[in-house]
């Protein structure tokens, strides 16, 4: 299965979520998020195309990104208490995602992601609820940091 958008009914740009990819994709690249694999960096990037994009739409993309920041800012300590390997502050993916993820989910509580499913010759495309896809996207991430 492979995640592609969530089915809201909101379109325009969103810029912040691109550019927070971006950004977090360099930051990996350059070794600045020590704990995290290249699996790991793959799926928050997924995971903040799939809940930021629908957050930044309905928020916003000042209130997102500051938010997104804020998050950041805050879980890059968080990451640090935990991990003395890493220093005073830490780069942090997973944890500004994840509540991206929750805040998606207070906005929109019944939306769904619609996600592609290849079959040999065929291609099938499968809504699943948010929720869903949330707890798939995390269970995914701890597995990913047993590898």
Do not use: C, K
């Not at 379109?11 to 690249?29: C, D, E, H, K, R």
């Not at 070794?31 to 928050?44: D, K, M, R, S, T």
């Amino acid at each position: 299965m492979i995640p592609v958008r969530d089915t809201q009914d909101l379109q325009g740009p969103v810029w912040a979520t691109f550019g927070l990819i971006l950004v977090n994709l360099v930051l990996a690249i350059a070794g600045e998020v020590p704990h995290l694999n290249f699996w790991q960096v793959l799926v928050a990037l997924i995971g903040l195309w799939l809940f930021g994009r629908y957050v930044e739409l309905r928020l916003g993309s000042l209130v997102f990104l500051a938010i997104y920041l804020v998050l950041a800012g805050l879980t890059g300590f968080l990451v640090a208490a935990i991990d003395d390997e890493v220093g005073r502050w830490a780069v942090s993916l997973f944890l500004p995602v994840l509540a991206i993820g929750a805040i998606h989910l207070v906005l929109a509580p019944r939306s769904r992601i619609l996600t592609m499913v290849p079959i040999p010759f065929a291609m099938s495309f499968v809504e699943i609820p948010t929720v869903a896809m949330l707890v798939a996207w995390v269970a995914l991430e701890v597995l990913l940091t047993a590898v």
